[in-house]
């Protein structure tokens, strides 16, 4: 059964720290680019960040860059968002999204699979 879940979201104050972890199962992870995707109350879905098949290709959205960085472990079918740094406007509903392929995609509509997401919550 194919799966891809979303943890380690919450509420932090701003400058804290988050990890996610997208977890996915029933499909061959060194396959498929990863995005992580954000989506604010009333908003689109927005990249935030993806990362090529074999891990050797990044990519950020300006708003995050230096603050955000994406890891996957395709051993353990794992990929990753480790967030610093966060500010209120980092609070979203975070997703993560399997595009088969070598190259990333910053169009949501590219990835075939997604999981349900996690929220984060930055407030004080």
């Known amino acids: 059964q194919l799966q891809l879940v979303e943890s380690g979201g919450g509420l932090v104050q701003p400058g804290g720290s988050l990890r996610l972890s997208c977890v996915v199962s029933g499909l061959t992870l060194d396959s498929y680019a990863m995005g992580w995707f954000r989506q604010a109350p009333g908003k689109d879905y927005e990249l935030v960040s993806c990362?090529?098949?074999?891990?050797?290709?990044?990519n950020y959205a300006d708003s995050v860059k230096g603050r955000f960085t994406i890891s996957r472990d395709n051993a353990k079918n794992t990929v990753y968002l480790q967030m610093g740094s966060l500010k209120p406007e980092d609070t979203a509903a975070y997703y993560c999204a399997a595009d088969y392929g070598f190259y990333c995609s910053g169009a949501s509509y590219e990835y075939e699979y997604w999981g349900q997401g996690t929220q984060v919550t930055v407030s004080s």
């Open positions: 990362i090529s098949s074999s891990g050797d290709v990044t």
